[in-house]
């Protein structure tokens, strides 16, 4: 089984800075894609930041210019760099990955479990 554990969140003031981690475990061949969503109260899951597992990268639009998102493969771990944050970024945020179990096999996609972001303005 794997398993995404994510780290990082808090609680900061408007402008201020996170970052988020989140290490992927479990038997498995290889990881794809990952990337960052979050969920505000009210709102629908909505995509951060993507990674392949080849370093390209996609940012939603509210995002792009403040959030980096980034990967080390030796240590199936993905990040997400939050600067200037504002009070619209606050949600939870989950990473998920497209994981290869074995080779020439369909991905499986798994997601972490969450972790709270609050921005006091």
């Known amino acids: 089984q794997v398993q995404l554990v994510e780290s990082g969140g808090g609680l900061v003031q408007a402008g201020g800075s996170l970052r988020l981690s989140c290490a992927a475990s479990?038997?498995?061949?290889?990881?794809?894609?990952m990337g960052w969503y979050r969920q505000a109260p009210g709102k629908q899951r909505e995509l951060v930041a993507l990674?392949?597992?080849?370093?390209?990268?996609d940012y939603t639009d509210s995002v792009r210019g403040r959030f980096t998102i980034s990967r080390d493969n030796a240590k199936n771990t993905v990040y997400l760099q939050m600067n200037s944050l504002k009070p619209e970024d606050t949600a939870v945020y989950y990473c998920d990955a497209d994981v290869l179990l074995a080779a020439r096999t369909d991905a499986y996609r798994y997601w972490g479990q969450g972790t709270q972001v609050t921005v006091s303005s």
């Open positions: 990674i392949t597992n080849g370093g390209s990268t």
């Open positions: 479990g038997k498995f061949f290889k990881i794809k894609d």
